[in-house]
């Protein structure tokens, strides 16, 4: 497995998938080295990436963020300003280029908050391919305006009732769609999560964020910044951000997960914080279990943090220190979902808002005139009716 | 020699059986009734499912069958008091554990092999463990040490080439998938069916037994004319859950259904 692609984080990682998967796994892998060397496929990639995604993504200084927190100078990675609002899109056009070129006709995924739905939904729709998005059915309603979207886009969306009816049944199910019609069919799996060599592929495909943010902030300050933060749901802006940033040892690295209502399992989605080693969804990672190895349900005000599982280079940094995962809970985020929107204009999502409020005690602690970039995975849309309800409870 | 290669060895039968259900649903205690009525009927070797939350390799009847069984609180106390309740009933026949690896690796795979085989366990089948895997060769040589079988998966996907290097640690029986897909019952298989069983038998010095989407007798007698054995999951599984809030009846139904299925390979 892996000659030269890591199948494994440390211990983490590898292919715990159904028999009938492994060679769809194989071909992808053995694909994917050789595009991967491949220059007309990455002026591709580049060109699609320019011309339809808008990358790079600018980054932004936050003058008002910076004065209101009183420390480190803040800037943003706007990834919220690509087609269709947010990082997922560089992973969907990614993929589907590697589907096209393996002759597969029809794309799957899954998707929790809707937006690597809507990003595979616009790729299948802009490649003209039959598309199937599985969302949990609890998803549809939190996120109507993504699915609304999506099927708009001429995808098909297939609700996912079982269980919590959240992004982790709604990924079993792709993977069920996946072995049934593998011939056919590549599943574009929408975070660094999966058998390998998926973590390996999305992180690649993301890692146009950390690239492009490190060589810019380096243009234009003459130095490396102090500090970057992004959210961690399966951990794909996140891994991005981080991966071109891991080998500069005086950049500190936080990841900010879905601390939810509380420590209580079953409220909380705090993968790197309370979760044990073990096997989901093809790969060995860490996971929210309960004493017998049967997965506990994630909670998390924002969809696209409602997992489990985290991707295994996640669990893999945890584990060397190398990154700091720290817990968001709702309402922080919520609030600094508020904040953000108000000081700097921009609508941030909400799984994004919990990058923010790790920001705010990071930028506080660096103290002034240091730097800190923030991963601004997705704007917030989406989020808009949800938040307004949320905010109709509080009163 | 294990229980399992024994088994096919004394030539009992042409194919065997080998029925699945799922601990547990509705509950641990009419769990042991269906386990000992379909072992009256005609298992050659039982499946007992463990539930595990997130059954990827799973369709929808087993799914919701490991659903209704987690709404009980689940113990692997529990899991292995039904099993040797079951194995007591009739111990000639050999038991199988059919689960998801996440579950055994958080028991702890020696201590788990050690209650498992205590309580009448001579092998396992795990869905989501491929044999590429240092986890695999690990509780292979555990399994081997305590004379249990690993019995693995191989799909109508599987390359010459994988199912070689599969041999070298896969024991009892080979689980050949008849289709793509999940578990559930199916109208047809796969064209090659026969032809791809027969390579199997070629390249692989275990008994092939086929499942995934058998669910009449028909479809077991005809397969059964080249299979080593026949399994059937879901078909049992829905007979649970059409019937399982009435034990007499279910008990009743699956006698009925497990003899039938016994009778039409024999
Ligand atoms: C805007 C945004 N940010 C972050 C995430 C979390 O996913 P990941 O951790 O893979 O980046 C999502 C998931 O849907 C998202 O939509």
Same mark, same amino acid.
């Given at each position: 497995?892996?000659?030269?692609?890591?199948g494994?984080?440390?211990e983490?990682?590898?292919?715990?998938s159904?028999e009938?998967?492994?060679?769809?796994?194989?071909?992808?892998?053995?694909?994917?080295?050789?595009?991967?060397?491949?220059?007309?496929?990455?002026k591709?990639?580049?060109?699609?990436?320019k011309?339809?995604?808008?990358?790079?993504?600018?980054?932004?200084?936050?003058?008002?963020?910076?004065?209101?927190?009183?420390?480190?100078?803040?800037?943003l990675?706007?990834?919220?300003?690509?087609?269709?609002?947010?990082?997922?899109?560089?992973?969907?056009?990614?993929?589907?280029?590697?589907a096209?070129?393996?002759?597969?006709?029809?794309?799957?995924?899954?998707?929790?908050?809707g937006?690597?739905?809507?990003?595979?939904?616009?790729?299948g729709a802009?490649?003209g391919?039959?598309?199937?998005?599985?969302?949990?059915?609890?998803?549809?309603?939190?996120?109507?305006?993504?699915?609304?979207?999506i099927?708009m886009l001429?995808?098909k969306?297939?609700?996912?009732?079982?269980?919590?009816?959240?992004?982790?049944?709604?990924?079993?199910?792709?993977?069920?769609?996946?072995?049934?019609?593998?011939?056919?069919?590549?599943?574009?799996?929408?975070?660094?999560?999966?058998?390998?060599?998926?973590?390996t592929?999305?992180?690649?495909?993301?890692?146009?964020i950390?690239?492009?943010?490190?060589?810019?902030?380096k243009?234009?300050?003459?130095?490396?910044?102090?500090?970057?933060?992004?959210?961690?749901?399966?951990?794909?802006?996140?891994?991005g951000?981080?991966?071109?940033?891991?080998?500069?040892?005086?950049?500190?690295?936080?990841?900010?997960?879905?601390?939810?209502l509380?420590?209580?399992?079953?409220?909380?989605?705090?993968?790197?914080?309370y979760?044990?080693?073990?096997?989901?969804?093809?790969?060995?990672t860490?996971?929210?279990?309960?004493?017998?190895g049967q997965?506990?349900?994630?909670?998390?005000?924002?969809?696209?943090?409602?997992?489990p599982?985290?991707?295994?280079?996640?669990?893999?940094?945890?584990?060397?220190?190398?990154?700091?995962?720290?817990?968001v809970?709702?309402?922080?985020?919520?609030?600094?979902?508020l904040e953000?929107?108000?000081?700097?204009?921009?609508?941030?999502?909400?799984?994004?808002?919990?990058?923010?409020h790790?920001?705010?005690?990071?930028?506080?602690?660096l103290?002034?005139?240091?730097?800190?970039?923030i991963?601004?995975?997705?704007r917030?849309?989406?989020?808009?009716?949800?938040?307004?309800?949320?905010?109709?409870?509080r009163? | 020699m294990?229980?399992?290669k024994?088994?096919?060895?004394?030539?009992s039968?042409k194919?065997?059986?080998?029925?699945?259900f799922t601990?547990?649903?509705?509950?641990?205690?009419? %769990?042991?009734?269906? #386990?000992?009525? *379909?072992? !009256?009927?005609?298992? $050659?070797?039982? &499946?007992?499912?463990?539930? @595990?939350?997130?059954p990827?390799?799973?369709?929808?009847v087993?799914?919701?069958a490991?659903?209704?069984?987690?709404?009980?609180r689940?113990?692997?106390?529990e899991?292995f008091?039904?099993?040797?309740?079951?194995?007591?009933?009739?111990?000639?026949?050999?038991?199988?554990?059919?689960?998801?690896?996440?579950?055994i690796?958080?028991?702890?795979?020696?201590k788990?092999?050690?209650?498992?085989?205590? %309580?009448?366990i001579? #092998?396992?089948? *795990?869905p !989501?463990?491929?044999? $590429?895997?240092e &986890?695999?060769?690990?509780? @292979?040589?555990?399994?081997?040490?305590?004379?249990?079988?690993?019995?693995?998966?191989?799909?109508?996907?599987?390359?010459?080439?994988?199912?070689?290097?599969?041999?070298?640690?896969?024991?009892?029986?080979?689980?050949?998938?008849?289709?793509?897909?999940?578990?559930?019952?199916?109208?047809?298989?796969?064209?090659?069916?026969?032809?791809?069983?027969?390579?199997?038998?070629?390249?692989?010095?275990?008994?092939?037994?086929? #499942?995934?989407? *058998?669910?009449?007798?028909?479809?077991?007698?005809?397969?059964?004319?080249?299979?080593?054995?026949?399994i059937?999951?879901?078909?049992?599984?829905?007979?649970?859950?059409?019937?399982?809030?009435?034990?007499?009846?279910?008990?009743?139904a699956?006698?009925?259904?497990?003899?039938?299925?016994?009778a039409?390979?024999s």
């Open positions: 497995m892996g000659k030269n692609l890591p494994y984080f440390g983490f990682g590898g292919r715990y159904p009938i998967l492994t060679e769809a796994l194989e071909e992808l892998e053995s694909t994917y080295q050789k595009l991967k060397k491949s220059k007309k496929f990455k591709e990639l580049e060109y699609y990436l011309n339809y995604v808008g990358r790079p993504s600018p980054l932004t200084y936050a003058e008002r963020l910076t004065k209101l927190w009183g420390g480190a100078r803040i800037w990675k706007r990834e919220d300003l690509n087609h269709t609002g947010a990082h997922k899109i560089n992973n969907a056009i990614g993929q589907a280029l590697i096209r070129f393996m002759g597969k006709k029809r794309i799957i995924a899954e998707t929790g908050a937006q690597h739905g809507l990003a595979t939904a616009t790729v802009m490649f391919m039959e598309t199937v998005v599985y969302m949990g059915a609890v998803d549809v309603e939190r996120q109507n305006l993504n699915a609304k979207k099927e001429g995808a969306i297939l609700p996912v009732t079982a269980g919590e009816a959240t992004l982790k049944e709604a990924t079993s199910e792709a993977m069920r769609d996946w072995a049934l019609n593998v011939s056919t069919t590549h599943y574009i799996v929408g975070s660094a999560i999966g058998p390998h060599p998926f973590p592929i999305v992180r690649d495909f993301q890692d146009f950390g690239s492009e943010a490190r060589a810019e902030f243009k234009r300050n003459k130095k490396l910044p102090n500090a970057i933060v992004a959210c961690v749901g399966g951990g794909s802006n996140s891994i951000m981080f991966h071109a940033f891991l080998k500069d040892k005086q950049v500190a690295i936080y990841g900010a997960e879905a601390g939810g509380g420590p209580k399992p079953g409220e909380h989605s705090a993968t790197l914080t979760g044990k080693t073990g096997f989901l969804h093809g790969t060995k860490l996971i929210i279990q309960d004493e017998f997965i506990v349900p994630a909670h998390s005000v924002s969809a696209g943090l409602d997992y599982g985290v991707g295994p280079e996640h669990a893999h940094l945890s584990q060397t220190g190398r990154v700091e995962y720290r817990m809970t709702d309402e922080q985020a919520l609030d600094s979902f953000v929107t108000r000081v700097e204009g921009i609508i941030p999502a909400l799984e994004t808002a919990h990058a923010f790790v920001a705010r005690d990071v930028a506080k602690d103290g002034k005139k240091k730097d800190l970039i991963c601004l995975s997705g917030g849309d989406k989020d808009v009716t949800e938040v307004l309800r949320l905010l109709g409870e009163k | 294990s229980k399992i024994s088994l096919f060895e004394s030539g039968f194919s065997a059986f080998i029925p699945y601990l547990g649903d509705p509950n641990y205690h009419d %769990s042991i009734e269906f #386990g000992k009525t *379909i072992l !009256d009927n005609g298992a $050659d070797i039982l &499946e007992l499912g463990i539930p @595990f939350s997130d990827v390799a799973d369709g929808p087993i799914q919701r490991a659903a209704r069984s987690l709404k009980n689940f113990s692997f106390d899991i008091r039904v099993t040797k309740a079951i194995h007591d009933h009739k111990p000639e026949t050999p038991l199988v554990y059919l689960t998801y690896f996440n579950p690796y958080h028991c702890g795979i020696t788990f092999l050690d209650r498992a085989k205590e %309580s009448g001579v #092998g396992l089948v *795990i !989501d463990l491929p044999f $590429d895997t &986890e695999s060769e690990t509780l @292979f040589r555990e399994l081997k040490v305590r004379d249990m079988d690993l019995i693995h998966l191989v799909t109508p996907a599987s390359e010459k080439k994988r199912i070689q290097a599969l041999s070298k640690t896969s024991s009892g029986f080979i689980y050949y998938v008849t289709s793509f897909g999940v578990t559930g019952e199916r109208r047809e298989f796969s064209v090659d069916l026969k032809e791809r069983i027969k390579f199997l038998k070629d390249t692989i010095r275990l008994p092939i037994c086929a #499942g995934f989407g *058998i669910s009449t007798p028909e479809q077991a007698n005809q397969i059964s004319q080249y299979a080593d054995g026949i059937i999951g879901s078909a049992i599984q829905r007979v649970i859950e059409e019937n399982g809030s009435d034990k007499t009846k279910t008990v009743t699956l006698a009925d259904y497990i003899s039938k299925i016994r039409s390979i």
